[in-house]
């Protein structure tokens, strides 16, 4: 059954190394994400799995067997292009039933395969139209049945979703992991969109720079990122720095600029460490006027917006840095522009960092 | 400044319909006057005579064995020249060793030299006790078809390798990927998903190659023997001034004309409609022959044909040239003692002629390119000029030169340099139009509509946003047209007795060959010397285009 595993793999385009010592596992009949801002080298890791492009370094398995100089047509696999890459000279009949005619299945099983992919994506009635002739959806569909009909058990999806309209999108995303699931196929479906990768996944890999900085379930990625850019990619992070002023036994005082001391959890650091601390929109609380609690801080309120569910409310706390809180809008106070308010958060809902090497700003960028 | 003041009036002239139309109806007016009407007028005056020719069935079997010959060369070329060009186009285009970039260069070489020198070339490769054919005792390859075909297949397999390797560059590879990832090997992929998206650029490399061919004369003058296609018939009744020859020479001229001219409109018609047989898979074999082995031999082949066949035997002149210099020929030659004289002479005549046609067809082409590309006159009239500006590089250059020349002389006296200008005028005129409609059709029409939107008037975007983003494309085109008008022999031979580089030396070689006298000896060295300054300066032009061509910002 189709599990992948890449060991050790690095691809070098020149002096650019775009895959960088990767190893992976993806399990059978799983929905795998490839997640990561544009130039990260997911896209890389899904045509070396293809057999698209070869690997300069390590090994790639498929069900156990080494494929490294398999070529991509004995691989097994099904690929989505992001433009969909349809035949333009071909109708959608004859793009959809190219794979079993490649594979010289047989005219009758062709035509059962092609009828039934088509059927499945309900573009049973269009088989004569020409790709140029469909929409967007329609060709995200036509694609997809094309790379099922040849028979893949592993489907490979890159940005499958990306030329789509917002709408379309949201809806196509779930229909890919229902036909991935009911076919009970292993998908591998590379992103740059973390909600969408959230949504759909049983598992995903944030990958940055061509390397992969974790693997998990997305609960896991937004629950305990291991490192900062995880944090700051998946969901929305508020970033504190400060350094670490005081071990206890159960907890760690951090203090932030200005002299402010918060409590956390954390116990990887030691004292004079310099650390950022990273807390959610959604976990912070704010009140009105001044207020004493657990790392509580007081500011004004600088921004205040309603977007329907939440409202997003950015503060100016005393020290000079500037948080985001989001609470649900039927749930919570409103505020205006320039009110005195008091910000706090609990000392376990928060993430303790190293402060990045080369400076916070230039680690979260996206390039 | 003087060129400022003009810029501004033609740039809020350019607001006004009425300027535009009247400037795009110049342009046209003087495609319909000078380029499209003459020619077919110069048949029709001298229509009557024709009917000569059909009372002498001599000359009238002569005539159509030649025609028959012009076009069973062209199509047999053109189809040996895709098949072989094929694959090397595949490995400029596609490969990654710096061997190929070097490969990449060789193939433009008998691109860029003149016809005639490249002829001589194979000439003396092929036959002369200086060539190859010494290693086998004597000549290999007597002047006759065979030598036609080869020297046809040489000038002619660029055209196809060129435009074969842009195809393949600008092709986007996902749907040879997607074709891979459904499970068709390599030649498979090719067969049903790669030649049949690149169809149109097939066709028009075929319709090149197919052009080439039929229209060539000076170099098929130098090896054709006592061989007769349409030029050489022409060329020949031409110098013999035979009763009754003027007849004849219309009749061809005219059927070379009219057929040429309907293949093209078919192959146009048709050529979108050619179904190339994709259903059908034959996996065992095509997996085979998507083999490394197979695929090995195929490339080893096809690289020895080019070498063979094409890259040496236009190189081949090379050696005369330089033993020529070394043995202090090229003294004679810089002093310009005895024939040498008329050689400077000439060089000069025909890189004066070349620039006037360049600079001329650039400012009449470049209307008519927007015209065309931007389909200015509604879709129905800018697709009959896109194939009319096209004709006359399907047209056989010494019968449009026969024709010309007929009309011009029979209005009034005409400067045979102006003559000379005309014609060059003619036969080049498409190469520009054709390359500056190609690059406006790629380029985005979002850039021209921000450009108005920010108040941009039609001229100024034009000079602002088109221009520079086309520069490459107006740049190779008047190379182009350069070199072919320096290269020209055909049309120049019919209508004047001036004497441009190309058609001084086909004069040499006939001399050498016996077919000519000359009151001073002419040597091989001294053909060799003469070939070769014209290599020397192509190889100039050639570099510089390069360089150009790979400028930053290429679009």
């Not at chain 1, 009909?149 to 592993?154: E, T």
């Not at chain 2, 200008?421 to 003619?426: C, D, N, T, Y």
């Not at chain 2, 060295?525 to 070769?532: E, Q, S, V």
Request: with cysteine.
């Amino acid at each position: 059954m189709p599990e992948v595993r890449l060991v050790n793999v690095t691809k070098k385009f020149g002096k650019i190394v775009a895959v960088d010592n990767v190893s992976l596992q993806i399990r059978d009949k799983e929905y795998f994400c490839l997640l990561g801002p544009s130039g990260c080298g997911k896209t890389t890791l899904l045509r070396l799995i293809a057999g698209l492009v070869d690997p300069s370094k390590g090994e790639i398995y498929i069900e156990n067997r080494l494929v490294n100089s398999v070529p991509p047509e004995d691989r097994g696999i099904g690929f989505v292009f992001q433009e969909y890459a349809l035949f333009p000279h071909m109708n959608v009949w004859d793009n959809v039933t190219y794979g079993p005619r490649v594979k010289a299945l047989g005219s009758k099983e062709s035509e059962r395969l092609g009828r039934e992919m088509l059927e499945m994506v309900r573009l049973f009635e269009r088989l004569d139209a020409f790709p140029s002739e469909l929409s967007g959806g329609m060709m995200q569909r036509v694609a997809l049945s094309r790379a099922l009909a040849a028979g893949a058990k592993l489907l490979l999806l890159d940005e499958p979703l990306g030329a789509l309209d917002a709408r379309i999108r949201n809806e196509l995303r779930y229909e890919l992991r229902k036909f991935v699931k009911d076919l009970e196929l292993t998908g591998i479906h590379v992103t740059h969109d973390q909600a969408e990768a959230m949504a759909i996944s049983d598992r995903i890999a944030l990958m940055r720079k061509g390397k992969v900085l974790q693997v998990g379930t997305p609960q896991e990625l937004y629950m305990t990122p291991q490192h900062i850019f995880v944090a700051h990619f998946i969901g929305e992070s508020n970033f504190l720095e400060g350094y670490v002023s005081k071990m206890t036994r159960k907890e760690s005082i951090i203090e932030l600029r200005g002299g402010l001391l918060v409590r956390t959890l954390d116990m990887k650091h030691k004292e004079g460490d310099k650390v950022v601390i990273a807390i959610r929109p959604e976990v912070l609380t704010v009140e009105k006027g001044k207020k004493r609690r657990v790392n509580s801080i007081s500011g004004h309120v600088e921004g205040f917006r309603f977007e329907g569910t939440n409202v997003r409310c950015k503060i100016r706390l005393e020290n000079g840095d500037l948080v985001l809180v989001v609470r649900p809008a039927l749930m919570t106070e409103w505020f205006n522009v320039g009110e005195r308010v008091t910000v706090s958060f609990s000392v376990e809902k928060n993430f303790v960092f190293p402060y990045p090497e080369r400076g916070l700003k230039r680690e979260l960028t996206l390039e | 400044m003087a060129t400022s003041s003009i810029i501004k009036f033609l740039d809020s002239a350019s607001s006004k319909s009425s300027v535009r139309y009247a400037f795009y109806l110049s342009s046209i007016t003087f495609f319909a006057t000078i380029i499209l009407i003459p020619p077919i007028l110069g048949i029709v005056l001298k229509w009557n005579t024709m009917a000569e020719t059909f009372t002498k069935p001599s000359l009238m079997s002569r005539a159509t064995t030649a025609i028959y010959a012009s076009f069973a060369i062209a199509i047999f070329v053109s189809i040996i020249d895709v098949v072989a060009g094929l694959p090397v186009a595949w490995l400029v285009a596609r490969g990654r060793s710096r061997w190929l970039n070097v490969l990449d260069t060789f193939v433009d070489i008998p691109f860029i030299i003149p016809t005639a020198t490249l002829g001589y070339s194979l000439l003396l490769f092929w036959n002369r006790p200086e060539g190859i054919s010494s290693l086998f005792g004597g000549n290999l390859l007597s002047p006759g078809w065979l030598l036609v075909i080869l020297l046809h297949f040489a000038f002619s397999y660029p055209v196809v390798v060129r435009v074969m390797a842009g195809a393949i560059l600008d092709y986007k590879r996902e749907y040879e990927e997607a074709a891979r990832t459904l499970g068709a090997p390599p030649f498979t992929t090719d067969r049903t998903v790669t030649l049949p998206i690149l169809k149109p650029s097939l066709i028009a490399s075929f319709t090149l190659a197919f052009a080439r061919s039929i229209s060539e004369t000076g170099a098929t003058l130098i090896v054709a023997g006592a061989f007769e296609n349409g030029p050489i018939l022409i060329n020949n009744l031409k110098t013999a001034q035979e009763l009754g020859y003027e007849g004849a020479l219309v009749f061809v001229s005219f059927i070379l004309i009219v057929i040429s001219s309907l293949i093209f409109v078919t192959i146009r018609l048709l050529g979108p409609r050619l179904k190339m047989p994709i259903k059908k898979v034959w996996p065992v074999t095509e997996r085979k022959l998507s083999g490394s082995r197979i695929t090995n031999l195929r490339n080893a082949l096809s690289l020895i044909a080019f070498f063979l066949l094409v890259l040496i035997p236009s190189l081949f002149v090379v050696l005369p040239a330089v033993y020529a210099i070394i043995n202090g020929t090229l003294n004679k030659a810089v002093v310009g003692v005895g024939i040498w004289q008329g050689y400077w002479q000439s060089l000069i005549l025909s890189y004066s002629v070349g620039v006037v046609a360049t600079l001329l067809n650039t400012i009449v082409g470049l209307p008519m390119a927007v015209l065309i590309s931007r389909r200015r006159l509604g879709t129905k009239l800018s697709s009959i000029l896109d194939v009319l500006v096209n004709i006359p590089l399907m047209v056989p250059s010494i019968a449009l030169g026969v024709s010309l020349s007929i009309f011009w002389r029979s209005f009034a006296v005409m400067p045979e340099m102006v003559l000379l200008i005309l014609v060059h005028l003619s036969i080049t005129y498409p190469y520009l139009v054709r390359s500056m409609v190609a690059a406006i059709e790629r380029l985005n029409v979002d850039f021209e509509e921000a450009s108005r939107t920010l108040g941009g008037r039609p001229f100024t975007v034009f000079r602002t946003i088109v221009l520079p983003l086309t520069k490459y494309s107006l740049f190779a085109g008047a190379i182009m047209v350069f070199t072919r008008s320096v290269s020209e022999t055909g049309a120049t031979l019919a209508v004047t007795e001036l004497k441009t580089a190309p058609v001084l030396l086909v004069g040499w070689v006939n001399v050498l060959l016996g077919k000519a006298e000359s009151p001073i000896p002419i040597t091989p060295l001294d053909i060799g010397l003469g070939c070769g300054i014209l290599i020397g300066f192509s190889f100039i032009i050639l570099l510089i285009s390069r360089l150009f061509a790979r400028g930053k910002g290429r679009y």
